[in-house]
């Protein structure tokens, strides 16, 4: 009785090592050609850092590529102080809001997302107002070296929609009106003066 059932514990084992690699497997194959690198992709600094700050941006919005310039030089002032979150919010009112959100979205499983957020809002006048502003993106791909069929495979594909619906329901939850809109250590502040007021409290004018 005791040598069957000794059996039957090398056989379950077997069972569960087997069910363990293919479940594996499983995984690995239905995660292929889809977004990587999570919403991590998407964050800039240090988990310890004093001052998080979340950032729902339009990329067309002419204020939130002149609060992304002035947050990227408060980051470099105050090194290891300030962690960083993206999170999409693209208006209505602007025509290439979502198309710009998809092309910086697709640029995360490349771990692109940063050379390319700071190439859209620092060219953004040079797009902005143009009828088709494919050309201009397609050429800041190639300035950050992104592999075109991966970034067409995933324009092409619904994963990068959404991600930034997911952004964008959230932003709405939180009655999140215009961009650009930031929740700083979870206080929400609207528009880049009240940010500069914000960093300035938490920091000082030099730091902490």
């Known amino acids: 009785m005791a040598k069957k059932n000794k059996k039957l514990f090398y056989v379950y084992i077997v069972i569960f090592g087997l069910c363990a690699v293919f ?22 600094g240090p988990k310890d850092a004093p001052l998080k700050i979340t950032e729902f941006i339009d990329f067309q919005c002419p204020a939130c590529a002149k609060g992304a310039m002035y947050l990227k030089k408060e980051m470099e002032k105050h090194p290891g102080l300030i962690r960083l979150t993206l999170k999409h919010y693209p208006l209505s009112m602007h025509r290439h809001g979502m198309l710009s959100a998809q092309y910086v979205e697709c640029t995360v499983a490349q771990g692109k997302f940063w050379p390319f957020y700071n190439l859209i809002l620092t060219r953004q006048n040079n797009w902005r107002q143009l009828d088709d502003p494919v050309p201009a993106f397609q050429q800041m791909a190639r300035d950050a070296n992104l592999d075109f069929e991966a970034l067409q495979g995933c324009l092409d594909g619904s994963d990068a929609t959404k991600a930034i619906e997911k952004d964008k329901a959230e932003g709405q939850a939180l009655r999140i009106q215009s961009t650009p809109t930031y929740f700083i250590n979870g206080k929400m502040v609207v528009g880049q003066k009240s940010l500069e007021l914000e960093i300035i409290k938490h920091l000082g004018e030099n730091g902490a």
């Open 23 to 44: 479940g594996a497997k499983a995984i690995i194959g239905s995660t292929k050609g889809k977004l990587k690198g999570g919403s991590f992709a998407k964050v800039l």
